[in-house]
Nanobody, 120 residues
Framework: QVQLVESGGGLVQAGGSLRLSCAASERSFRTDGRAWFRQAPGKEREFVAAIRWSDGITRYVDPVKGRFTISRDNAKNMVYLQMNSLKPEDTAVYYC?????????????WGKGTQVIVSS
């Protein structure tokens, strides 16, 4: 089965930036729905950002609007999450997800996550 792999996480100080990447194990893999979720210690997983592959339309959770940008590269079949002006509350494991339908509630493919730690 197709697997998603995240990369780009790390430790950064408040106000800094990181760019997360999500790659699919199969070059031909295509789904119209791609998204990023995150889970902080002791909290449940929450939606962060999503993109509709067919037209590039994006959606974000309110706390990251204006700071995070989700994008995709058609040629590389990759999805990115550019995170700027990071805050300590952004600390979490970030997961890449994919589903047949964009902006839906069901995602059939998930990565194993990449850790993001924002220090103050």
């Amino acid at each position: 089965q197709v697997q998603l792999v995240e990369s780009g996480g790390g430790l950064v100080q408040a106000g800094g930036s990181l760019r997360l990447s999500c790659a699919a194990s199969e070059r031909s893999f295509r789904t119209d729905g791609r998204a990023w979720f995150r889970q902080a210690p002791g909290k449940e997983r929450e939606f962060v950002a999503a993109i509709r592959w067919s037209d590039g339309i994006t959606r974000y959770v309110d706390p990251v609007k204006g700071r995070f940008t989700i994008s995709r590269d058609n040629a590389k079949n990759m999805v990115y999450l550019q995170m700027n002006s990071l805050k300590p509350e952004d600390t979490a494991v970030y997961y890449c997800a994919a589903g047949v339908q964009a902006f839906g509630t069901r995602y059939d493919y998930w990565g194993k996550g990449t850790q993001v730690i924002v220090s103050s």
